[in-house]
């Protein structure tokens, strides 16, 4: 089974500037993907950012972007330019790629990291 | 565009009472699934379906029930509501690597 470790639960950051994420996992797959999903105080989770194990550019979507070290099992989460719109839980999320439609899409989370961007 | 809806957001039980959360997307996603949340932890796979006709149990399936009579709805059924089921409940679909989740349903069991 696959596990996934957040060992920050809390982090704040002051507005404009830049917080790091740290998340790693533990698997015995070589083809998955890994994600980071946003929940603020309205509870909806959002998907911020996705990577596919199999490539080794790592992904960036306008101020998220992520450091993929797949040899490490290390998955962080690089958040530039905070806002205060940014305040939310993150979770970072495992889900291993199937060859069989069956087996289905299914995340494992870690515990999430709790980001607090102050003015 | 709707994307996922679940219904209702926030629901009180007492403990043996029973009740159904229900889930429908509109954008014929084969894969659908429900989750739950619970203080200090990540969300955790209680039971999905890979098409209509087909659920199969995740992590934490006991307590509950499900079924996929459309593509669209997958209803989560608490047979006998426990204190232990109070959680935050997610319904999410997906056609290919990535959910999208609905809003989430607050359930409270006394």
């Known amino acids: 089974a696959q596990t996934v470790t957040q060992s920050q639960p809390e982090m704040s950051v002051q507005e404009a500037e830049t917080v790091t994420l740290s998340c790693t996992y533990d698997?015995?797959?070589?083809?998955?993907?890994l994600f980071w999903y946003k929940q603020p105080p309205s509870r909806q989770m959002i998907l911020v950012i996705r990577?596919?194990?199999?490539?080794?550019q790592n992904a960036t979507e306008n101020r998220f972007s992520v450091n993929f070290q797949k040899a490490a099992k290390s998955f962080s989460l690089k958040i530039s330019d905070s806002q205060l719109g940014d305040t939310a839980m993150y979770f970072c999320?495992?889900?291993?790629?199937?060859?069989?439609?069956?087996?289905?899409?299914?995340?494992?989370f870690g515990g999430g990291t709790r980001v607090l961007v102050k003015p | 565009n709707a994307g996922v809806t679940q219904t209702p957001k926030f629901q009180v039980l007492k403990t043996g009472q029973s009740m159904t959360l229900q889930c429908a997307q509109d954008?014929?996603?084969?894969?659908m699934s429900w989750y739950r949340q619970d203080p200090g932890m990540g969300l955790r796979l209680i039971h999905y379906?890979?098409?209509?006709?087909?659920?199969d149990q995740g992590e934490v399936p006991n307590g509950y029930n499900v079924s996929r009579s459309t593509t669209e709805d997958f209803p989560l059924r608490l047979l006998s509501a426990a204190p232990s089921q109070t959680s935050v409940y997610f319904c999410?679909?997906?056609?290919?690597?990535?959910?999208?989740f609905g809003e989430g349903s607050r359930l409270t069991v006394l």
């Open positions: 999410a679909s997906s056609s290919d690597g990535g959910l999208f």
């Open positions: 698997t015995s797959e070589s083809n998955y993907y």
């Open positions: 990577q596919e194990a199999y490539k080794q």
């Open positions: 999320a495992f889900m291993k790629l199937y060859m069989i439609k069956a087996a289905g899409n299914k995340l494992t």
């Open positions: 954008m014929n996603h084969e894969y």
């Open positions: 379906s890979v098409g209509a006709g087909i659920t």
